[in-house]
């Protein structure tokens, strides 16, 4: 449970839901079947960040390298996302989808949140989601970009803001292509569990540990 | 001491080598005095690493960022980072130093390393010092570069290849602008203890730790 009161809270958090195929084999499922098991997880990570008033969520949703993944995993990633997606429609946020829409893999149910920002209720979070998103697709699309200035808004992702902290389940410590301009300054906490067995309990520990980092930006 | 037979190595090992400033406060220096402390042990560091077959090592010397700092401490790990490059150029290893040269906060003595590979001895191993590094000047590099057709070819630090293990000293978790295209995929390890504090254990925890992590590339 919530330990203490927060004097520091990052004002976005970027979440990377991993192991979703690990929690199938561990509960005799096919692995496919694990990603169905994930959308409940960031309805209630998305709750408690709400109530804490943490400002921006991003979930790490699909990528381009994974859709090269057995189909029927494709398949089962693709309909966790978008009932993801379609599940926070009925909350108070501002739901953006940034991803290559120029792809059969890109879900066309998620087309009209598609690298836009559509507001749902009071809209009191804006939550971004990354649907067959690459880190180079990301980052080439700055090179045909030519109206602005700062390399962070040239590219494809410039409308998703800086990420204060990440947090990983799953007990892999690696970004794997995860925002990498919005992610060069963030802490970096990592879960063991499944995100599956996402619990309150890890938001709070991440939290906690966040409150002894200090942010100095290179400076 | 090293504990056990390593089934798998990483190719390229990133080195963030932070604590210096942190490690002078608690043995009653001053700051700057700090980045002095940390020379020896990237010597020591790229020792082990070529008995081990390391085949290449990165060090994070200085961003664009850092040279905000006071002027004292600039001065100092201006200093620290040619007597580490100059250290190095008595061992086995082909010396590149990646950095933005047009700016008089580049060392006059890296100059003839910058932006290509100096072989000294035997040549046995590739290490990459940045300097006066920044990872917006890095990535901005590409739109000018039309020659090459993949976004890793066109960045500035394009002659880095891609890191398999980052290892940061100093506690904190997170990559403060190392390399963003050449981290996508990296695993992450973090030391506690500060980098002027390096022992031989800190790395094989590392390479232990290494062991047990997969590679799936996004797949």
């Keep these: 449970m919530q330990s203490i009161e927060y004097k520091r809270l990052p004002k976005h958090i970027g979440i990377i839901p991993d192991g979703n195929r690990r929690w199938a084999t561990h509960n005799n499922k096919d692995k496919h079947e694990g990603y169905q098991f994930g959308i409940n997880p960031g309805v209630a990570l998305y709750e408690k960040c709400l109530g804490l008033g943490i400002q921006e969520l991003t979930f790490y949703g699909f990528t381009q390298d994974n859709a090269k993944r057995p189909k029927v995993q494709t398949q089962a990633f693709q309909t966790a996302c978008v009932d993801a997606v379609m599940a926070l429609t009925h909350k108070d946020a501002n739901i953006s989808v940034i991803g290559n829409t ?86 970096f906490y990592i879960v063991d569990e499944l995100w599956p067995d996402y619990q309150d309990d890890h938001l709070y520990q991440a939290l906690d540990w966040y409150q002894s980092q200090d942010v100095t930006l290179g400076g």
Excluded: C, T
């Excluded at 059969?104 to 009209?112: A, M, Q, R, S």
């Excluded at 749902?120 to 990301?138: A, E």
């Design 102 to 187: 120029h792809s059969k893999v890109f879900p066309d149910e998620l087309i009209d949140f598609a690298n836009k920002r559509v507001p749902f209720g009071k809209g009191l979070m804006n939550i971004n989601f990354l649907i067959n998103y690459g880190w180079q697709w990301d980052l080439e699309y700055a090179s045909s970009n030519k109206n602005e200035k700062h390399f962070y808004d040239k590219i494809a992702s410039s409308d998703i803001s800086r990420m204060d902290l990440i947090i990983r389940w799953g007990g892999r410590r690696r970004l794997s292509g995860f925002l990498p301009v919005q992610s060069v300054y963030s802490d």
